[in-house]
C-alpha cells in the first residue's frame, strides 16, 4: 500500500487529507485563508507537529488524527488546509 | 488592581470564582464537588452549555460559576461566547470573577494547556486544576505539578474529580485571598504585532475593555476573523460602540497580515507549551494500543459502526417494553385498586367521580408510564457518559453531510430522543447559525419520552402480545421520526438556511466506564420533571376535561342509550364540532379531544383518553384499564374505532406533530423571536395532519381498514 492515496502532481504540496489511515507524517504549515486555518492551529494543528490517522468514518470522510497526545476528527474539506511533509508508517502507532 | 496585598476587609465580601476550561476535562465535575450541586456531567464536549452557578458548600461568601468549555478565547460558537463573556466581564449580568479557575485535563496536558496560557495571561489571579491525575495515573504517564507551577507562575493543584481527590486542597486555594496573578509570563514575547493590531489595542484601551496588563491578549483574540464576522457569534455582546468601531476599523484596512500574525502568535505559544511540557509530563513508554482503540475498530467501523448504533436503539427499545411491563402492570393494579378503593370509602357522589374518573383516571394513566420513561432517560445517561455519542457523530457525520449538516448536529438530535428542550439549548454548540437553527427546527421530531406512553398504550392495546411485533412498530415510529426530520433538515438547508456545508472539528474523547450512580442521579432528575408534570399541568387539566365531560348531567332515564351522557356534555359538544376536521385521519371525536387537549403537553392524550372512557363507563360495569378501553371502544354503528390503522394513523400524527409548550418557548429564547416556534408548529402540525391522512386513506385503499 502506498502511503499517500491518490497519485498527485509532485509539485502540488501534499496535504493530510491525503495521508492513508495508519500513517504519520510532520505538518509543515497550515494555509490560513480566514478563520478555518486559524481554527485548526488553535488545536494543535501547528508547523511542526507529528499527525497520524488513525481512521477513517464508514463514508470515508471524516478521518479522526491524532496529534499530542489526543484525537480529532475533521473532514477532509479540513484537512485539505493541512500541508504535510515526512510521511511514515510507525508514529502511527503512537 | 492587583490583589497581591488586598486588605483582610475583603474577606466577607463575596467572591466571584469562575471555572474554565476544554471541553470535557471535568469543570462542572469539580463545579458539582464543590458546590454539593448536582448538575449533569456527560463524557463529550459540549455538555454544559450555559452559566451555571452555585456556592461553595462551607463557605457561603464565595460564588462558583461553572462556563461552558471553550478551546481558546476566540469564542466560534454561543457556547463558547457564553464562557467568554463570563470571563470578561463583558455579559450585562454577570460582574467580573475575582478569581479565575482553570480546568486542565492532565491526560492531555499541551492542548489544554493552551487555553490555560492564555486565561493566565488574563493577569486576574489564578489557580489552575490539573484534573484526571487518576487518568495520567493508569496510563503510567508522570507529571511533575512544581515544576509546572513554576513555569506558569501560578497555584497549580492536581485532582480527580472522580474520587474526590485534591478537591479539599483546591477548596482551600479558593478560599484563601492571596491568590495572586501571574507576575510575567514567558510566552507572551511573541505575540502579533501588526498596524492593525496597534489600532485594535488603542481601541480596546479606550473603550476600558480589560484591564491594562491584559490589553495586548485581548487585542489579538479580537483580530480573529471569527471575532469580526458580525454575524459570527463572537462579535454579539460586545459593547456596541466598540464593535462598530472595531468593525470600521476591519474594513478601512482589510488584510491577510492580521491573520498569519495571528496564526504566528498561535504557532509561538504552542512551541513554548511544547518544550514545557516534555520538561513537566513524562510519557509512559507502554502507551501504545488503549483499550479505546480497540472499542473503536468496532464503533466506528465501515459495516459494524452502523449495525452497532442500531443494536443499540433496538436494546434500548425492546428494554422499555420488556423490563418495564411487570412494573408497569403493578402501577396499573395500583391505579385500579385506588380508584375502587375510592368508590367504596367515599360511595356513590359527585366528589367520588372527580377523584375516580378525573383525577385517579387522569393522573394515574400517565404515572403508569414511570417506569418506561426511568429505563429511556436511564439508556440516554449511560450512553452519554460512555464516549460514545463523539463515535456516533463520527460515524453519522457522512449522512449528515448530505443533509447539508454534520455530524455534531447529530448528538443533539440523540438527547432529544429524552426530550427536545435540552436538545434546542445543545445546539449551542453548533458554530454556524444556519445550521444551528436548522438543527433547532428539526430536533423536536426526533421522537421524545413524551411520546413513549402514546405510542406504548396503543400499540399494547392493538397489537397484541408478541414484544418483536411490538418493539417493531416501536422502532419503526422511532425511524420515522428521524428519517422525517433529516429530510426537514435537507429542505430548509436548500431553501431558508442555504450556506456552505459547515466545518466539522471534533474532539474523540477516551471511552470511560460509565457511572452508574451518576446516571441514575441525572435519570432522577428528569423523571422527577415528568412525575412533577403528572402532580400539576396532568392533573389541572384532568380535572378541567372531567368536569367538561360531566357537566351539563344528562337527565337520567331508563333508555337513554350508553355513553349519552359524554356525547351530550360540553366536550361531547365541541368534540362533535371538530369530528369533521379528523374523521379522514380516521379518529372519532373522542380521539379528537385527546389530540386537541394535549397541543400543551402529549401526555395529556392519555389523560383524556382516561378521563373520556372513565366518565362513559357505566357504574356497574367491571372496570377496565385503559387499554382494554380502547381496544373495545366502538363507533355509534358498532365497529371499532381503535383499529391496528387508526392506531397507526394516531401514532403517525403524534410522532411528527409538535404539542410541547416547552418546546416553542425555549425556541422562542434561543431565537429571539416567535418567528421560529411559530414556523415550526405550522410546519409539524400541517405535516403531522397530511402524513396521517396518507396512511389512513392509504390503508383503506388497500383494504386494511
Ligand atoms: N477518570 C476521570 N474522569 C473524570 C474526572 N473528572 C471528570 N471525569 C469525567 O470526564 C467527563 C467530563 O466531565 P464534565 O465534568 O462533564 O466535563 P466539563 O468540563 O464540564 O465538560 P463540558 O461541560 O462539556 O465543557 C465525564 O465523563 C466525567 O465523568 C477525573 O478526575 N477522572
Ligand atoms: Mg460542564
New binding site residues.
Given amino acids: 500500500m502506498s502511503i499517500i492515496e491518490r497519485s498527485t502532481n509532485s509539485d502540488t504540496p501534499l496535504t493530510l487529507d491525503r495521508l492513508a489511515v495508519g500513517y504519520s507524517a510532520r505538518i509543515d504549515h497550515v494555509e490560513l485563508n480566514g478563520d478555518r486555518g486559524l481554527h485548526l492551529m488553535e488545536m494543535g494543528l501547528t508547523p511542526g507537529t507529528t499527525v497520524a490517522v488513525a481512521r477513517m468514518a464508514p463514508f470515508g470522510d471524516p478521518i479522526e488524527v491524532r496529534l499530542r497526545g489526543y484525537r480529532l476528527s475533521l473532514r477532509l474539506a479540513e484537512a485539505q488546509h493541512v500541508v504535510i511533509q515526512g510521511m511514515s508508517e510507525e508514529g502511527a502507532q503512537r | 488592581m492587583s490583589t497581591v496585598h488586598s486588605p483582610p476587609a475583603t474577606q466577607n465580601r463575596v467572591r466571584r470564582v469562575a471555572l474554565i476550561?476544554?471541553?470535557?476535562?471535568?469543570?462542572?465535575?469539580?463545579?458539582?464537588r464543590l458546590t454539593g450541586l448536582h448538575h449533569?456531567?456527560?463524557?463529550?464536549?459540549?455538555?454544559?452549555?450555559e452559566r451555571l452557578e452555585g456556592v461553595m458548600t462551607s463557605e457561603p461568601n464565595i460564588r462558583l460559576l461553572?462556563l461552558?468549555?471553550c478551546y481558546s478565547l476566540t469564542p466560534r460558537s454561543i457556547d463558547q461566547r457564553i464562557a467568554r463573556d463570563a470571563l470578561l466581564g463583558w455579559a450585562d449580568d454577570v460582574q467580573r470573577p475575582d478569581l479565575l479557575v482553570v480546568?486542565v485535563d492532565a491526560s492531555n496536558l499541551e492542548r489544554n494547556l493552551f487555553l490555560a496560557t492564555q486565561v493566565v495571561q488574563l493577569n486576574l489571579p489564578t489557580v489552575v486544576v490539573c484534573?484526571?491525575?487518576?487518568?495520567v495515573r493508569t496510563r503510567g504517564h508522570r507529571i511533575d505539578l512544581a515544576r509546572l507551577e513554576a513555569k506558569l507562575g501560578v497555584p497549580v493543584i492536581g485532582?480527580?474529580?472522580?474520587?474526590g481527590?485534591g478537591i479539599d486542597r483546591l477548596r482551600d486555594a479558593i478560599a484563601s485571598t492571596d491568590t495572586r496573578a501571574a507576575s510575567a509570563c514567558a510566552w507572551c514575547a511573541d505575540d502579533a504585532k501588526s498596524p492593525q493590531l496597534a489600532a485594535v489595542r488603542e481601541l480596546v484601551r479606550t473603550h476600558g475593555l480589560i484591564d491594562d496588563k491584559a490589553v495586548d491578549l485581548v487585542s489579538t483574540l479580537l483580530l480573529v476573523p471569527a471575532v469580526l464576522d458580525e454575524s459570527g457569534p463572537a462579535c454579539a455582546h460586545l459593547p456596541p460602540a466598540f464593535a462598530s468601531a472595531l468593525a470600521e476599523l476591519h474594513r478601512a484596512n482589510e488584510s491577510s497580515d492580521e491573520v498569519s500574525a495571528i496564526g504566528q502568535a498561535v504557532h509561538a505559544r504552542y512551541r513554548w507549551l511544547g518544550e514545557c511540557v516534555a520538561e513537566v509530563f513524562t510519557r509512559s513508554a507502554t502507551d501504545v494500543i488503549t483499550v479505546s482503540d480497540r472499542i473503536d475498530r468496532v464503533a466506528t467501523h465501515k459495516v459494524l459502526g452502523p449495525v452497532c448504533f442500531g443494536a443499540v436503539m433496538l436494546v434500548m427499545l425492546l428494554a422499555i417494553f420488556s423490563w418495564a411491563t411487570p412494573l408497569m402492570d403493578g402501577i396499573d393494579w395500583l391505579v385500579g385498586a385506588l380508584g375502587a378503593a375510592a368508590s367504596t370509602l367515599l360511595g356513590a357522589g359527585i366528589l367520588t367521580d372527580l377523584i375516580v374518573d378525573g383525577v385517579i383516571a387522569g393522573v394515574g394513566n400517565v404515572v403508569v408510564f414511570f417506569p418506561q420513561i426511568c429505563i429511556l432517560f436511564l439508556f440516554i445517561a449511560l450512553l452519554e457518559?460512555s464516549?460514545y455519542m463523539a463515535r456516533v457523530a463520527f460515524v453519522m457525520d457522512g449522512l449528515m453531510s448530505k443533509v447539508g449538516l454534520h455530524g455534531k448536529s447529530f448528538i443533539p438530535l440523540l438527547s432529544s430522543f429524552a426530550c427536545a428542550v435540552p436538545a434546542i439549548l445543545a445546539t449551542r454548540t453548533i458554530e454556524n447559525r444556519r445550521d444551528r437553527f436548522a438543527t433547532m427546527m428539526v430536533a423536536p421530531l426526533m421522537s421524545c419520552s413524551a411520546r413513549l406512553p402514546i405510542y406504548i398504550i396503543l400499540i399494547s392495546a392493538l397489537f397484541g402480545r408478541d414484544l418483536w411485533l411490538k418493539t417493531g412498530i416501536m422502532v419503526g415510529m422511532y425511524i420515522l421520526g428521524t428519517i422525517t426530520a433529516l429530510c426537514v433538515a435537507l429542505v430548509l438547508k436548500k431553501t431558508l438556511f442555504k450556506g456552505p456545508t459547515p466545518t466539522f472539528v471534533l474532539e474523540m474523547?477516551p471511552y470511560?466506564r460509565p457511572?452508574l450512580g451518576?446516571a441514575l442521579r441525572n435519570t432522577w432528575d428528569r423523571a422527577k420533571l415528568f412525575l412533577t408534570q403528572a402532580g400539576s399541568v396532568i392533573l389541572a387539566m384532568s380535572v378541567v376535561l372531567w368536569a367538561l365531560a360531566y357537566f351539563p348531567q344528562a337527565p337520567k332515564t331508563a333508555d337513554a342509550p350508553p355513553g349519552e351522557q359524554l356525547r351530550q356534555s360540553y366536550m361531547g359538544r365541541v368534540g362533535r364540532t371538530l369530528e369533521p376536521i379528523i374523521e379522514p385521519l380516521g379518529f372519532d371525536w373522542k380521539i379528537g379531544v385527546g389530540l386537541a387537549s394535549s397541543f400543551a403537553a402529549r401526555e395529556v392524550f392519555v389523560a383524556t383518553m382516561g378521563v373520556v372512557y372513565g366518565v362513559e363507563e357505566e357504574a356497574d360495569e367491571e372496570s377496565l384499564t385503559l387499554r382494554e378501553q380502547i381496544a373495545t371502544a366502538t363507533w355509534p354503528d358498532g365497529r371499532k374505532v381503535f383499529t391496528p390503522l387508526v392506531g397507526v394513523s394516531l401514532m403517525v400524527f403524534y410522532a411528527l406533530a409538535c404539542q410541547c409548550m416547552s418546546t416553542l418557548a425555549v425556541v422562542r429564547r434561543e431565537t429571539g423571536s416567535w418567528g421560529w416556534p411559530v414556523f415550526m408548529f405550522t410546519y409539524m402540525t400541517a405535516l403531522a395532519y397530511a402524513a396521517s391522512f396518507v396512511v389512513y386513506q392509504g390503508g383503506k385503499l388497500l383494504g386494511w381498514g
Fill in positions: 476550561g476544554n471541553p470535557n476535562s471535568g469543570k462542572t465535575s469539580i463545579f458539582n449533569k456531567v456527560a463524557n463529550y464536549a459540549g455538555v454544559t452549555v461553572d461552558p468549555g480546568v484534573n484526571m491525575m487518576d487518568v485532582t480527580t474529580a472522580a474520587t481527590e457518559d464516549g474523547p470511560r457511572r451518576a
